[in-house]
Nanobody, 120 residues
Framework: QVQLVTSGGGLVQPGGSLRLSCAASGFTFSTYTMNWYRQAPGKERELVATIASTGGSTNYADSVKGRFTNSRDNANNTAYLQMNSLKPDDTGVYYC?????????????WGQGTQVTVSS
């Protein structure tokens, strides 16, 4: 059974930090790209950060570059999103996503989401 369990969200003041975790099971974690998405109230879900299966390549949305760091531990099947210098605009539900393409077939798994609220 595939599971992505997301944790680490919470309420933080502007300028603060949070570290999200995404623990995976039920599939070969090390062969999947891991993505972090977020969805703010009334807005569409947006891609925030991506890390390649080997961890050798990362990409970030312009809005979080220099503040968020994406990492993964393939030995422990866990992905992380370190979020620093948080702003109120970072508020939303954060989802981890595992994605892999095999030919034309896409394999997509989603975590349950964790709420991040940045407010004073």
């Amino acid at each position: 059974q595939v599971q992505l369990v997301t944790s680490g969200g919470g309420l933080v003041q502007p300028g603060g930090s949070l570290r999200l975790s995404c623990a995976a099971s039920g599939f070969t974690f090390s062969t999947y790209t891991m993505n972090w998405y977020r969805q703010a109230p009334g807005k569409e879900r947006e891609l925030v950060a991506t890390i390649a299966s080997t961890g050798g390549s990362t990409n970030y949305a312009d809005s979080v570059k220099g503040r968020f760091t994406n990492s993964r531990d393939n030995a422990n099947n866990t992905a992380y999103l370190q979020m620093n210098s948080l702003k109120p605009d970072d508020t939303g539900v954060y989802y981890c996503n595992a994605r892999r393409w095999r030919g034309y077939s896409k394999y997509d798994f989603w975590g349950q989401g964790t709420q991040v609220t940045v407010s004073s």
